[in-house]
């Protein structure tokens, strides 16, 4: 079966898209990745995405154009891929915000109306992905440690990370998932303050400055790193508004961000014990982040999902494909004890008729040149 993935992360720089086949072979799920690519937003939706994101407050109309722009831009990148004859869609959209209050996820929001998709390809669309799983109880995210748990499984001793707008790792010899805190986001919303730019090319600017380590222990103090998992963040917390007052230059503070992010991934790593770290997102294109994380790890093996296959700027968009097809099974893509729903929940809701399909929950997912 050919599933079409389609989302955009809490960095909202664009669509990433993932064409893949998966055939059932006794318990190991294989999958090739036919296709992938990136679509960025127009500058219309991208400005509005920033506009309605925390700590702004945005008006029902605008959410309705947000709807609407984000879904026909999905459709879009979806009709790209039809010459490949996809069979499903499934679409993640944008995030515009995950309802956290005193550890417990209330509701989550995601914009990109699914009939747009629907219409223009005139194939079934699963979306609206997270929300089962947070009335089950449970966070909601990190939704990857379905795709995770599968990859990894004759890896006991790693874990898996992915790097975006917010970090989430995955630990499945412990039935482990979570946000570790900001991945990206502190780091873009101070670079487009302070310089206009989206995001540090390479981390070139916080490599030429120096950690101010009484600003990272403030920093470290925010009662977040405290909780237990399961737990999930977002850019509720961590927006523009979360930025210190300080006297500090751009790049000293692009340092000390960039230290935030390696130092609260590398004591949840070090907390499990984990022998290999693979990593994916865009965080792995920050050479700087990457060496600050490789060396605060140590002795940890860090690597990116491209020794797995799964190319790391692609990683997100295959485990929604991966949630497509089983939804499209009637298979569930949530680890309760992962997400700390009360159940495994089947995830989405389905515009258009689904294929007839039958399959076995697998235990392994292989992915093939």
Not at 1 to 17: E, K, P, Q
Not at 62 to 72: K, P
Not at 149 to 166: F, K, Q, Y
Not at 310 to 331: M, N, Q
């Amino acid at each position: 079966m050919r599933v079409l993935g389609l989302s955009s992360g809490t960095s909202y720089d664009g669509i990433d898209a993932a064409l893949v086949e998966f055939e059932p072979d006794g318990a190991v799920l294989r999958a090739r990745l036919l296709r992938t690519g990136t679509f960025p937003y127009s500058d219309r939706t991208r400005d509005a995405i920033r506009a309605a994101l925390p700590p702004n407050q945005v008006d029902l109309g605008a959410v309705c154009r947000l709807d609407t722009w984000i879904g026909q831009e999905f459709a879009e990148a979806a009709a790209s891929y039809q010459a490949a004859e996809p069979e499903l869609v499934c679409s993640h959209g944008q995030t515009l915000f995950h309802w956290v209050e005193g550890g417990a996820a209330l509701g989550t929001l995601q914009l990109g109306q699914p009939a747009w998709i629907a219409e223009r390809t005139g194939l079934p669309v699963v979306a609206d992905v997270r929300v089962r799983d947070i009335a089950a109880g449970g966070q909601g995210a990190p939704l990857a440690a379905i795709l995770d748990t599968l990859l990894l499984a004759d890896r006991p001793a790693a874990g898996a990370l992915n790097i975006g707008g917010i970090a989430n790792l995955t630990v499945p010899s412990r039935r482990l998932a979570y946000d570790t805190g900001p991945g990206n986001a502190l780091i873009d919303a101070a670079m487009l303050r302070l310089t206009g730019r989206a995001y540090d090319e390479d981390g070139e600017l916080a490599r030429s400055g120096r950690i101010l380590p009484g600003l990272l222990g403030d920093l470290l103090q925010d009662p977040y790193y405290a909780r237990q998992p399961p737990k999930s963040t977002g850019k509720e917390l961590f927006h523009a508004g979360y930025l210190p007052t300080t006297d500090a230059g751009p790049a000293d503070l692009l340092a000390t961000l960039t230290e935030l992010t390696a130092v609260t991934i590398a004591t949840e790593v070090a907390e499990h014990g984990l022998a290999s770290l693979v990593v994916s997102g865009g965080g792995v294109r920050n050479a700087y982040l990457m060496e600050r994380l490789t060396e605060l790890v140590g002795p940890t093996v860090v690597t990116t999902s491209d020794a797995l296959g799964v190319p790391a700027d692609s990683k997100e968009a295959l485990l929604f494909a991966l949630i497509g097809w089983l939804t499209a099974h009637g298979l569930a893509a949530t680890l309760p004890a992962c997400t700390g729903a009360r159940t495994a929940s089947v995830l989405g809701s389905v515009t258009g008729p689904l294929p007839p399909r039958t399959a076995t929950t697998p235990v392994r997912l292989v992915v093939e040149p």
